[in-house]
Nanobody, 124 residues
């Protein structure tokens, strides 16, 4: 059993920055690759970024490349998403997720555990 809790969401103006964190508990954090997903009102949940077990490999959806950075600190059992140059279309509930294994995935169906989500609202 793995439990995930997201923190750091809030309201920010367009062009601003925000850092999300996901704190994991339960099994060994480094046994899991991690991902960030988001869901805007009226839309399906979509992939944002993923990171492998060590943090040495990352992948992003095209719409956030160059603006978002995913990272992890295995000693603190914590996953991060640094978001910069935020746009109103980034407004969504952001979820962290864990998948057992070394490599990450951009498929929702591959993930084993999910956090409760944290709201990010970007005003224009």
């Amino acid at each position: 059993q793995v439990q995930l809790v997201e923190i750091g969401g809030g309201l920010v103006q367009a062009g601003g920055s925000l850092r999300l964190a996901c704190i994991a508990s339960g099994r060994t954090f480094s046994d899991y690759a991690m991902g960030w997903f988001r869901q805007a009102p009226g839309k399906e949940r979509e992939f944002v970024a993923t990171i492998n077990w060590s943090g040495g490999s990352t992948l992003y959806v095209d719409s956030v490349k160059g603006r978002f950075t995913i990272s992890r600190d295995n000693a603190k059992n914590t996953l991060y998403l640094q978001m910069s140059s935020l746009k109103p279309e980034d407004t969504a509930v952001y979820y962290c997720a864990a998948v057992k294994g070394y490599s990450g995935s951009y498929y929702i169906r591959d993930y084993d555990y999910w956090g409760q989500g944290t709201q990010v609202t970007v005003s224009s």
